[in-house]
């Protein structure tokens, strides 16, 4: 008696709360499992995130009766309830208040006043004028108040002249709706009674394991909702639809795996006597993929995706001279750029700023001024060293205008050359760091021992960077093999040619261009697999090396 | 007191919107189209105002789609997808089929039907056909075309000039046009004769002109496997060979823009670029015909109803006000569209733009007269056919395949995808 006396509020209003999860979740649940139709995923996702959604309310009768039993297990889960139940109350009430369909606004508002922003320039010059000054002189403090001031005004003008007013009527009208009072009490209350919980600790015995755990639960949980929502929710999906004709536009009919054996299927064929073209050689429904002539025989590989194949080929050729152009340069210059010269900073920028720049831009740049064969500045250099050389020595070497984005033998080491240009400068920062990382004794030592800087390098620099390397190699081909940009952005325009279709440029044009949304997603998951197994392999010999 | 007070104010200012929320009982339309650059959406906005102001009761809100190089397609679908995408909105021809098929377009027929004054006849015969197409034997209209467009050669005067050669006249032919592209890149260095992309629109001219086709009579399969295929692509892949051309693959049109091309194929979309960049003199002339007679394409795109709009009836009316005369003539008077009306004012308007370069404008609109409708391929997937066609031709041009086994082969690659439906 003299207990339920001391009975915290917070409890019986955690109790009222999770029964309202409950109904809530229920609700929620049974008006999934009515829809007609799911967002055009089929039944099955259906059924399955309306089992999601009731998820809660067994968590939220669970709490309800740990909390009865003074349970601390029924605090946490409370607790993680009322926390998430007011994440999804924030995040609907922004959906109600128009923010996330507003974000286009909101930055076109700032752009167009963009012009206030020289006010916090000017501020913050004059703040760092002021500490340059002498602290004791009331100078320096004047100086500092006058910058606070246009900082301030800079930032109202920002947000008078981009809205703010037209902003906050928006959302205050959002408010002749009794969803959004009701979403926003929802919110609040869920908010203060997950407060009123965590304060109950010592109600509940709470030992300071128990304490660390929660905090740091709480601590990771944006990372676990993002990760849920954004990422492993459309995994899911995308692992789901891979085995059925989604078009994503319609309910999707299962289809088990015949995504994976259209894009597997092939077919070897020897071109007989009757067959012209190899192309006759094959069953309907198959393409020449290649054709391997040994002797008088003739073999011809046939595919149904013959696309699947060749990008999957690119893809391999792609990383193959990746590998090299992005690392070998990357560690010499890492290793030219570690010396103590004056102005190597400058430098350090200059070979990173590549990687740091937006690869639309830079495949621009490289498309129009230095890879078109007629007024691109490579052939230019190109024309003129060869005319140099005529003039000079005598020669007569041709003036060759190399077709680097026409030409299907350069198509692909245009791309390489661009793709490791931009990557150089990322994987020589990792190099650098890995080469301050490498003790001076082992110099010294060597130096002592009479050994030059090559062997330095060879004996020393090389073997120490060997976690670096295998780290740079590693993430190079991962990204290597996800290469979409480059083609995607150097090519566009006109028909993609199939000497630059890679694997992440199928998928995506099987994807929204023939709208096969089921099959992109096989061919997403094939490429899961490959990147996968490819790293597995690159862990095990880089182990068996180090052991 | 005055907490209090401050309390009342913010209540009162918050429960006020119920009533302006109230009397609003508006119908919301959005639209979109995919304009190719800032002034087209000005006149798109300015167009979506106009309908509005003239229309009790509903309130439009038009959404530049960006533009052909910012996924328009792909926000589309994601939103056609998700259930969102806008009440009515553009699609480019040779997507009708596909949106049609998936049921994400209204069959319009009946509100058309009921529509006094409205004909089809006042489009592009050519248009219309693919835009009627049943797909279970009963009365369909799936959309009005916005505007269409063909190609032409921009030809630059002053290397034709410097060639010592006539400008192309009507009527020229691939003999003609040849010989100029000959001359031209004999000025030497960086010069080239001739420049065009890469995709089914250039080589399809090629292969159109010399008296063949993509497809068979009725659209239902392939037509390539024959004689002039191989006669076109031959006369296509021989300027490519014979270092004629801007290198295949290769975007012409800073090339042309930088003065180094005598003759430049584009659509009428690429005027605007042309006018503001060139710095010599330059016209444009119809295409040269071919051993097959006058050739040209038909491009077209054109505004659908989305199968879940809550508004069909003004949706409709929304598709119509788009493709009025009137409309059409002020998108026209940009310069980058012809009118898909036959004839009448929006010609006009068409006609009597760049009027100082004394541009002959007149030259797309003959190629229209004669052009060949860009085709959904009701009987197939044209979005694979077209990638087949793409590997196939850009190999001939390679010199990887010959024309003949282009022309023998290609079918049964193709053949398959017609299949699928």
Known sequence: ?547 | MFKRLLVLVILAALLLPIFAVNAQDEITLRWRTRPDNQAEIDVYQAASDEIEAAWDGVTLQYEPGGSETASYQDVLITELTGGTAPDVFWIPGTDVARFAKLGLILNLNDLAAQSEGFSIEDFYPQIMEHLTYSLDGSDTLWGLPRDASAFAIYYNEDLFDEAGLDYPAEGWTWEDFRAAGEEITALGGDIKGFGMSNWWGPYGYFINAAGSSFFNEDYTGCGLANENTVTGLDFMASLYNDGLAVPYGEDPEPVFLAGNVGMFMNGRWATPGVVANATFGWNVAELPVGPGGPSNWLFWGAYVVNANTEHPQEAWELVMKLTSPEIQGKIAGLGANIPSRVGGSGVDDFLATFADLELNNQAFVNGLGYGVAENPVWAGDWSSIGTALDSGVAAVVAGDLSAQEFADTICAQVDPFFATE
């Open chain 1, 1 to 547: 008696m003299k207990e339920r006396k001391n009975l915290p509020l917070a409890i019986p209003a955690s109790i009222v709360l999770n029964i309202a999860t409950i109904v809530i979740s229920v609700l929620l649940a049974l008006s999934i499992f009515d829809l007609d139709e799911f967002y055009a995923l089929g039944d099955t996702v259906q059924y399955f995130v309306g089992g999601i959604a009731l998820v809660p309310a067994v968590a939220a009768a669970a709490a309800v009766i740990l909390l009865i039993m003074k349970n601390p297990n029924g605090r946490f889960l409370s607790l993680a309830l009322h926390f998430l139940g007011m994440i999804a109350a924030s995040i609907y009430l922004l959906h109600i208040w128009g923010v996330f369909t507003g974000f286009d606004a909101i930055a076109g508002a700032l752009y167009e006043n963009s012009a206030w922003l020289w006010g916090l320039v000017i501020a913050y010059a004059l703040y760092w004028f002021a500490g340059r000054l002498d602290n004791s002189k009331p100078l320096s403090s004047r100086i500092e108040m006058i910058a606070v001031g246009i900082g301030m005004l800079a930032l109202i003008g920002l947000l008078f002249f981009g809205g703010i007013l037209e902003a906050t009527a928006d959302i205050l009208g959002k408010y002749g709706q009794l969803e959004t009072w009701v979403v926003t009490a929802l919110m609040v209350i869920f908010g203060i009674v997950a407060y009123g919980i965590l304060t109950l600790g010592e109600y509940f015995g709470e030992t300071t394991d128990q304490r660390t755990a929660w905090q740091g639960w709480l601590m990771l949980s944006p990372n676990i909702i993002g990760f849920t929502i954004f990422f492993a929710g459309p995994l899911l999906l995308s692992l789901y639809l891979s085995f059925t004709d989604s078009v994503g536009v319609k309910e999707p009919n299962f289809i088990g795996l015949d995504n994976y054996s259209q894009a597997l299927s092939l077919q070897f064929k020897t071109q007989g006597e009757n067959d012209q073209y190899a192309q006759d050689a094959l069953d309907a429904g198959y393409r020449v993929l290649e054709t391997v002539k040994v002797g008088d025989k003739t073999t011809v590989i046939g595919a149904k995706d013959v696309y699947f194949w060749i990008s999957l080929r690119n893809t391999f050729m792609f990383c193959l001279m990746l590998i090299p152009l992005a690392t070998i340069p990357a560690l010499l210059l890492a290793v030219v750029l570690s010396s103590k010269i004056p102005g190597m900073k400058i430098y350090r920028a200059a070979f990173f700023l590549p990687s740091v720049a937006a690869v639309v831009g830079i495949a621009l740049i490289w498309r129009i001024a230095l890879y078109s064969s007629s007024i691109g500045f490579i052939n230019y250099a190109l024309t003129e060293f060869t005319r140099f050389l005529n003039d000079t020595f005598g020669t007569s070497f041709a003036d060759t205008e190399i077709g680097w984005l026409s030409d299907t033998r350069y198509m692909m080491f245009s791309m390489v050359l661009m793709a490791a240009w931009q990557v150089v400068g990322f994987n020589m920062v990792l190099f650098l760091a890995g080469i301050q990382g490498i003790p001076n004794d082992l110099y010294e030592a060597a130096q002592v021992d009479g050994a030059n800087q090559l062997n330095q390098f060879r004996f020393i620099t090389l073997p120490q960077l060997r976690p670096t390397t295998f780290f740079v190699i590693v993430t190079t081909i991962i990204n290597g093999l996800q290469v979409f940009n480059e083609p995607f952005v150097l090519f566009r325009g006109a028909a993609f040619p199939d000497e630059v279709r890679t694997a992440v440029l199928n998928l995506y044009l099987r994807g929204f261009q023939d709208i096969l949304f089921g099959y992109s997603s096989a061919l997403a998951w094939m490429l899961f697999a490959i990147i996968f197994v490819v790293t597995l392999i690159q862990f095990r010999l880089n182990r068996d090396k180090t052991a």
